[in-house]
Nanobody, 124 residues
Framework: VQLQASGGGLVQAGGSLRLSCAVSGYSTAVYAIAWFRRASGKEREGLSCIMVSGGSTIYADSVKDRFTISRVDAQNTVELQMDSLKPEDTAVYYC??????????????????WGQGTQVTVSS
């Protein structure tokens, strides 16, 4: 399974960006896809997760009501729409995929496949 994240960039505070995560390879092994981020000097943070089957979602409190995760099934892509961006959202953003689990959340240790990061910078 390969994941390719894209869509990062520089945006002013209050602006929006849409990140995309393209999934290829043995995609039937993927049960959930999530977005994480790592800001400089901080721990990796789970942001949002979507189930491949059913489409149920999970959000971290820090991004709930501002970020929206969605699937574009025809393109094997998961998107993260980020609105009302703040300078503290500046980080490298990663997408990750998980195989079968009893449950799913935002613990990075439960995700098996990772894409390269895409930089998001929010200026004040």
């Amino acid at each position: 399974v390969q994941l390719q994240a894209s869509g990062g960039g520089l945006v002013q505070a209050g602006g929006s960006l849409r990140l995309s995560c393209a999934v290829s390879g043995y995609s039937t092994a993927v049960y959930a896809i999530a977005w994480f981020r790592r800001a400089s000097g901080k721990e990796r943070e789970g942001l949002s997760c979507i189930m491949v089957s059913g489409g149920s979602t999970i959000y971290a409190d820090s991004v709930k009501d501002r970020f929206t995760i969605s699937r574009v099934d025809a393109q094997n892509t998961v998107e993260l729409q980020m609105d009302s961006l703040k300078p503290e959202d500046t980080a490298v953003y990663y997408c990750a995929a998980a195989g079968p689990r009893d449950s799913y959340g935002l613990d990075p240790n439960t995700f098996d496949f990772w894409g390269q990061g895409t930089q998001v910078t929010v200026s004040s």
